[in-house]
């Protein structure tokens, strides 16, 4: 299984830190993407980090965003800074163990607004 943690209210312009862990599995054994949906708006990759460490980001939050693993933990984080009001959404971890194993987490709401 996987959970999300770590959504809320922020500010235009501050920061938030979303995690995604897992129960059962050592997360760092899994591709990981970061995905978000907006009301009335398909679901979009914002970024993923293969089990390898490679990162990958959507256009719009390169720069702004950092994915990260924290073995210690046992989590892939997402850091999110310069926040926007388009960033609002549901914010979904899919972790992808192998190519059998594919979870999604139920979600957790972030809201950019002054």
């Known amino acids: 299984h996987v959970v999300e943690s770590g959504g809320g209210l922020v500010q235009p312009g501050g920061s938030l830190t979303l995690s995604c862990g897992t129960t059962g599995s050592r997360i760092s054994r899994a591709d990981v993407g970061w995905y978000r949906q907006a009301p009335g708006q398909q679901r979009e990759m914002v970024a993923s980090?293969?089990?390898?460490?490679?990162?990958n980001y959507a256009d719009s939050v390169k720069g702004r965003f950092t994915i990260s693993k924290d073995s210690a933990k046992n989590t892939v984080d997402l850091q999110m800074s310069s926040l926007k009001p388009e960033d609002t959404a549901v914010y979904y971890c899919?972790?992808?163990?192998?190519?059998?194993?594919?979870?999604w987490g139920p979600g957790t709401q972030v809201t950019i607004s002054s």
């Open positions: 899919n972790a992808r163990f192998g190519s059998d194993l594919d979870f």
């Open positions: 980090i293969t089990t390898s460490g490679r990162a």
